[in-house]
């Protein structure tokens, strides 16, 4: 055999099996810490951090509403709607929408009345709600600077209408870092990734580190409870995935270390909590460890109240286990049509969970450092939108968008229960008083959670961004 054209290997197969199997036993001593070797660096991304100054909330459970509420049906009783009811409505100038070239004032379309010491005015259509109304602090004067569905989306999660920017719960994370290093800090149970305003950028990074995005859990309008997708291995026992892993862990840092990239960290830094999910995801996500009376009590047992149920107890869950953003995501709140007819139904879906999660975090000690946010991207016009065209009957009317004065409520964290703070004008179309932009609210939540909007900032592409952008006031009228 002619070997001159023989070119011997750099290393032998002996040599190779000789060099790696040296460091089998050290991969396996590192295997039986791997929890804290996988956090041992203090750079970690995921490490509680310190606070600005001191917190009055630790976390944040959101109930994003998505389609736009309608205030004066819920939350916002005007006695001059009903007065005014039918008369024609001046629109704003450059106003145009469909259904709208006939437009006169449509009536509060549920009763209501007052609940708890406080006297809170809402409508009946939350009676459980209204057990927990002396929890409440309601925010009439809600405003946002656009009437879109995927640009207002985007501004309630992200601070911004059009350009993209980190969602306010990786905001969250990345100036405060996880209480449970074994799961995510910030977690979107069901969130919306089609339509109008349906987006992975609605719970994503941007531009921050790609470790502090949402992790999503479930799919939207989905009959499957919520669950973390392929958070086991059947096929490897846990040992054998912590010496892939840690393997995997020492070669994807030294490539980083002679190639840096801050996407590629991002990516391993996820697939490293995702292995450390595997040991604790599983047992959250099953809600068949609660008791049947918790079940009950969040409507678990009853097909109208289901979803919601499930959601709002796996947020309590999660928080509970030291997560520190939860997002729970609920449409259809989008009524241009039959709103006599959808909202009520609506409302019965979520009024027994959403009683449920405020009860449940008060009887557990939670709510005092738990701060809850309910609401959606804007509001609904005092006038009617006939589609139809006159087609149709008044029954099939509903309202149009309307971003200049609405409402949203929080409970616990460090805010004033059974407090109404705003005021909109006589048929709740605008806020006149105590307005409250989409910016101040932002601003506020990081107070409360001890982070000053205006230096929690992170430079990119030459100047430092921030979730307020350069806008924002704290609210401090709503503090406890």
């Known amino acids: 055999m002619d070997n001159r054209h023989f070119i011997p290997p750099a290393v032998s197969r002996r040599d190779f099996l000789r060099r790696t199997g040296n460091g089998f036993g050290a991969i396996a001593l590192a295997a039986l810490g791997t929890e804290q070797s996988m956090l041992a660096s203090t750079s970690s991304p995921l490490l509680p951090k ?29 006695p001059k709607l009903a007065e005014f009811a039918g008369k024609p409505f001046k629109l704003p100038a450059n106003y145009e929408a469909p259904g709208l070239n006939k437009t006169k004032l449509m009536p509060p379309i549920s009763s209501f009345r007052r609940y708890g010491e406080s006297g809170l005015h809402m409508t009946e259509w939350f009676p459980m709600i209204g057990n927990v109304a002396d929890e409440l602090c309601v925010l009439r004067g809600m405003q946002t600077d656009t009437e879109a569905h995927t640009t ?10 059009v350009q993209v920017r980190p969602s306010m719960g990786a905001w969250i994370v990345y100036g405060l870092g996880t209480e449970n290093s074994n799961m995510p800090g910030f977690i979107t ?42 958070s086991r291995n059947e096929k490897l026992t846990s040992g054998l995935q912590s010496r892939q892993m840690e393997m995997l862990r020492a070669l994807n840092r030294d490539f980083v270390s002679r190639t840096p990239d801050s996407a590629m960290e991002g990516m391993i830094e996820s697939f490293e909590l995702a292995f450390r999910m595997q040991s604790e995801a599983p047992g959250l996500m ?18 109208e109240t289901r979803d919601l149920g499930q959601q709002c107890l796996l947020a309590r869950r ?36 959403i009683a449920a999660l405020i009860t449940d975090l008060k009887a557990r000690g939670l709510l005092e450092d738990t701060l809850v946010i309910w609401g959606g991207e804007f509001g609904r016009t005092p006038f009617d939108q006939d589609l139809s065209l006159g087609k149709a009957g008044e029954e099939k009317r509903g309202r149009e968008h309307n971003p200049r ?29 105590q307005k409250v932009h989409m910016h101040d609210l932002h601003a506020t939540i990081l107070h409360l959670l001890g982070l000053d ?10 100047r430092d961004f921030r979730l307020t952008d350069v806008y924002g006031r704290v609210v401090s009228e709503i503090l406890a």
């Open 405 to 433: 004065g609405f409402t949203m409520w929080l409970a616990g964290g460090g805010v004033k229960g059974g407090l109404v703070h705003g005021v909109t004008d006589d048929f709740a179309f605008r806020a006149v008083d």
């Open 152 to 161: 207002a989306v985007r501004q309630i999660n992200t601070g911004a209408p």
């Open 189 to 230: 149970i069901r969130p919306s990734l089609t339509g109008d305003a349906g987006s992975p950028q609605n719970f994503g990074a941007a531009f921050l580190p790609a470790i502090y995005q949402g992790t999503p859990v479930g799919l939207a309008k989905s009959e499957e409870p919520a669950a973390v997708d392929y």
């Open 318 to 353: 999660l928080v509970e286990a030291g997560v520190r953003f939860v997002q729970v995501n609920d449409d259809g709140w989008d009524h241009h049509v039959s709103i006599r007819e959808l909202l009520p139904k609506k409302c019965k879906q979520v009024d027994r969970p």
């Open 453 to 462: 909007h205006e230096k929690l900032t992170y430079r990119y592409s030459g």
């Open 286 to 303: 099953d809600l068949s460890k609660e008791s049947k009376a918790t079940q009950k009590l969040y409507g678990i047992d009853e097909k």
């Open 50 to 78: 310190p606070a600005h100054y001191a917190a009055r909330a630790k976390r944040v459970i959101f109930l994003f509403m998505q389609g736009g509420p309608s205030q004066m049906d819920l939350f916002d009783y005007k």
